[in-house]
Structures are given as C-alpha cells and as structure tokens.
Nanobody, 118 residues
C-alpha cells in the first residue's frame, strides 16, 4: 500500500502564491505518475496537473502558465507551486498516485484546503 500526505494549503489573497507538497510512503516503489486534482464546492473533482516519474508534465488549461508541478523521486515527494491565484482556484486539493501495475490512480491523499479570498 501507498500512503499520501499533503501539506501547504491555506488562505491567500488573489494574486498570491502557495506551494503544496505531497509525500508518498509505504510501497512507494509502486508509484509511477503523480498528480494533483481539486474539487470546488458543488463541483466534481478535476485534474490540475500530472507529472511522470521522468518529469513530463500535463496541466489543465485553467492553470497552465500559473501553476508548476515538480517531483523529487529520491524523497518520494511531489510539489505544486501555485502563482497568480484566483478566487476560482478555491478548492480542496488532492494528491494522487498511479500504481505501476494497475495503471490506475489507486492512491489518494486526504486533501488540503486552498482558499483564495480578499
């Protein structure tokens, strides 16, 4: 099993920045891609960004150019640097990891709240 623990959420003013972190523990050798998803109140969960073990990245159009995902494979950690935050970025942000055998995002963190408000 793989456990994911996020940190770094909070309250920030529009235009501000936050950095989220997610540490994988347990059977982390089973993890290939890692990513961030978010869920705003009353909405479904949506993809924010994904990064492969080799460092290739994919972003949602809504965050491209403002957010940056990165990872440290030695530390089993993935980061999400969020800049130029907007009120519509307010959501619970979840870290997710793809299992190398099932090829599915089988592992999820508990979520961290990000609130963008003046």
């Amino acid at each position: 099993q793989v456990q994911l623990v996020e940190s770094g959420g909070g309250l920030v003013q529009p235009g501000g920045s936050l950095r989220l972190s997610c540490v994988a523990s347990g059977s982390s050798f089973r993890v290939s891609d890692m990513g961030w998803y978010r869920q705003a109140p009353g909405k479904g969960r949506e993809l924010v960004a994904i990064i492969t073990r080799g460092g290739a990245t994919t972003y949602a159009d809504s965050v491209s150019g403002r957010f940056a995902i990165s990872r440290d494979n030695a530390q089993n950690t993935v980061y999400l640097q969020m800049n130029s935050l907007k009120p519509e970025d307010t959501a619970v942000y979840y870290c997710a990891a793809r299992d190398i055998w099932s090829q599915k995002y089988d592992y999820w963190g508990q979520g961290t709240q990000v609130t963008v408000s003046s």
